[in-house]
């Protein structure tokens, strides 16, 4: 086995490669960009390089530097994780041209599948089944336009060197197309230097099913199961199980013997995931391999019991696979729940900040979670903003999604807004329960997902309402309690005093939303309920809290909830959803106020790419703008109505503070 290893990646993943590696006894290597010089996976390793500034084209991406980090330290092997330069063909060749081993495919396997064009094209030779659409080498505007004109919208444009939902749009329509090229184009150069792009037929109710291969390099090659990865937003993967719902033995074995043949067409070796669409009819299409190991594959080693990781080393190391397809064990059931820096509330844009607190779920045997931060770690601009995977096991679905939803509650996290909430309602929501999915789940199903109907609403501002009401009573039992929380809601001057009438108003701030809400108490002692008005509804409402549990009873119907509070900001987690909620600060006013009126502002931290119009330009509402990239996303600023942009504020190539202002606007006259 190998004496010392170097990881060419950060985070999440490299620390989980140093992990392995530290089992089996192998020496590890980190390398480290200026803003990574305190990452965990830099403290992690045996030994660390640092090369480059922040930016991932001036460090992670730099095939010699990372070259250099490993002659300069010994290393054996390189880990490439995945992103970065995990399926670079010209890093793969680099490391055997320097004598060192990749741990990965060979470069023509990486070659074959780097381009998704030619990819379909091996597959279609290989008898494996294609979704139509075009794959060639020409790539004029005006041919890709006809060849979705062709067979019909919606269409998908992919990069065909692409991954992890960049340089992928979905096209609806013939007006839509020119926008949506440019704009997939310019992600899939800036993610990876390539912008040539294939064009398919997008199915409207698939789901994403893929197989995790191995195969080493004597011959042998197994599947170990299937995962479903139906539940996206922005064509990236947000919650992965295995074994994928509804897939039998029979579909499992005809879906894994196409993985194999796929893998067998390009001599691969190592671990490898191949990627189908299945159509509701069982039907099954090749979508794409990915030449590395995938970011969910933590649910195929709790399903086999098996450390894919470990399999890679010995793989690359001219070792045989460690299982037989007979010997490859199906046990239970297991979730991925991907915890993202972002805000699903805004078109899930990505947030920057510092984990001012962070306290993950107690990890056991039914329960683990990979990270690559600890609490004062910063997410910046410059990295994908995940900040760790949730991965739960039991014995069947239904059990494993009860854990799911468990820890999800229990996972602490302050300082920037997360998608954790929002993963504890899709997770707990009926149709991902009956797993109703498709890849279009989230946009189905978003009302039940956010529970933001007139019934949520009322019904979270009642348990919300209850929970303040009951924190009151429950902190004014001694001065002592009182004074320990000066930013306490409570601390606030009403009526609400001794000898006073008990009614309390104020304002509720859920969900984005201010809601007035006026708390009138009845009775004293074991006996005091509340009428509670918020949302255009009065409810009778009793309570007892006992610790961080609120027992609820409202309206006659009982039920219990688990409350996490951290700076001000409670989310409240009960059977059927989370809601995230915090008294609702006061308008004192601005004398500056109206200032800015006519600028748009910048929905997050990130860097101008390109301005779409000159200044002075008479646009129509909706028109864009300019194009924004943070954390390898893009996101276009648009025109609010018809009007002229007077001037812009940034550059391309600038930095910009989510928050400031882009550029001026001018509204036409109605």
């Avoid at 023509?108 to 794959?135: C, F, N, Q, T, W």
């Avoid at 995938?294 to 990781?309: A, K, N, S």
């Avoid at 991907?338 to 990505?350: G, S, W």
């Amino acid at each position: 086995m190998f004496n010392k290893i170097l990881i060419a990646n950060r985070g999440e993943i490299a620390c989980r490669v140093i992990k392995t590696a530290r089992k089996l006894g192998i020496a590890t290597v980190a390398v480290y960009s200026d803003a990574d010089a305190n990452a965990l996976h830099v403290a992690m390793a045996d030994e660390a390089v640092h090369i480059g500034a922040a930016p991932s084209r001036e460090s992670y991406l730099l095939i010699e530097r990372v070259i250099a980090a490993a002659k300069q330290t010994g290393a054996e092997a390189i880990h490439p994780g995945y992103g970065f330069l995990s399926e670079n063909a010209e890093f793969c060749r680099a490391c055997a041209e320097n004598g060192i081993v990749f741990i990965g495919p060979p470069v023509g396997a990486i070659e074959a599948m780097g381009s998704k064009s030619a990819a379909k094209r091996i597959m279609e030779a290989a008898d494996v089944p294609l979704v139509p659409g075009y794959h060639g080498e020409d790539q004029d505007p005006a041919l890709l336009k006809q060849a979705a004109n062709d067979m019909g919208y919606p269409v998908l444009l992919k990069a065909t060197a692409g991954g992890g939902g960049k340089g992928m749009r979905q096209i609806w329509s013939e007006k839509e197309f020119d926008e949506g090229l440019a704009a997939a184009k310019r992600e899939a150069m800036n993610g990876f230097g390539d912008d040539r792009m294939l064009v398919e037929k997008y199915l409207t109710k698939p789901r994403h099913v893929e197989i995790q291969v191995f195969c080493d390099q004597l011959g042998n090659g197994v599947f170990l199961a299937e995962r479903d990865c139906s539940v996206q937003r922005r064509h990236q993967k947000v919650i992965e199980e295995a074994p994928a719902p509804g897939v039998d033995s029979e579909l499992r074995s005809k879906m894994g013997e196409a993985a194999l043949q796929a893998a067998k067409a390009i001599d691969y070796v190592g671990a490898g995931t191949v990627e189908f669409l299945l159509d509701e009819d069982g039907s099954f299409y090749f979508m794409e391999m990915n030449t590395r190991l995938q970011v969910e594959h933590p649910v195929t080693e709790m399903i086999t019991g098996q450390d894919l990781v470990e399999w890679q080393l010995r793989v690359a190391y001219g070792e045989t696979l460690p299982l037989s397809q007979e010997q490859v064990p199906i046990n239970g059931h297991a979730f991925e729940a991907r915890i993202y820096a972002e805000d699903p509330n805004n078109d899930f844009l990505p947030v920057t900040g510092t984990l001012s607190f962070l306290q993950p779920p107690e990890e056991n045997s039914h329960v683990r979670v990979d990270t690559g931060v600890l609490q004062g770690d910063e997410v910046s601009v410059f990295y994908d903003p995940m900040i760790a995977k949730l991965i739960v096991w039991d014995e069947d679905r239904e059990k494993a999604l009860r854990r799911l939803g468990k820890a999800l509650s229990e996972y602490r996290i302050s300082g920037m807004t997360t998608n954790v909430d929002f993963l504890y309602n899709l997770a707990t929501c009926e149709p991902f329960q009956k797993a109703e999915l498709d890849t279009g789940f989230i946009g189905k199903h978003h009302e039940k997902i956010f529970h933001d109907g007139e019934a949520d609403i009322a019904s979270a501002t009642a348990l919300a309402g209850l929970y303040l009401v009951l924190r009151r009573a429950q902190d004014a039992t001694t001065s002592v309690s009182a004074q320990r929380d000066a930013n306490s809601p409570w601390n606030f001057s009403n009526a609400w005093r001794l000898n006073e009438p008990h009614i309390h108003q104020f304002e509720l701030e859920l969900m984005g939303q201010n809601y007035p809400i006026v708390i009138e108490q009845l009775g004293e002692g074991c006996a005091v309920s509340y009428n509670i008005t918020a949302a255009g509804k009065t409810v009778r409402a009793q309570g007892k809290l006992n610790g961080s549990e609120l027992y609820a009873d409202i309206d006659g119907y009982r039920s219990r909830a688990v409350i996490a509070e951290h700076d001000g900001v409670y989310s409240l987690y009960t059977q059927e959803s989370a809601l995230q909620f915090c008294q609702a600060q006061i308008d004192l006013g601005d004398e500056n106020a109206g200032a800015g009126e006519g600028a748009l502002t910048a929905p997050m931290n990130g860097t101008i790419v390109t301005l779409l119009v000159e200044a002075g330009a008479e646009v129509e509402q909706d028109s864009a703008l300019l194009v924004m990239e943070a954390m390898k996303m893009e996101h276009t600023i648009r025109a609010p109505a018809k009007g002229t942009v007077k001037e812009f504020y940034y550059a391309p190539g600038d930095l910009v503070e989510g928050g400031s202002d882009l550029l001026d606007f001018e509204k036409a006259e109605a």
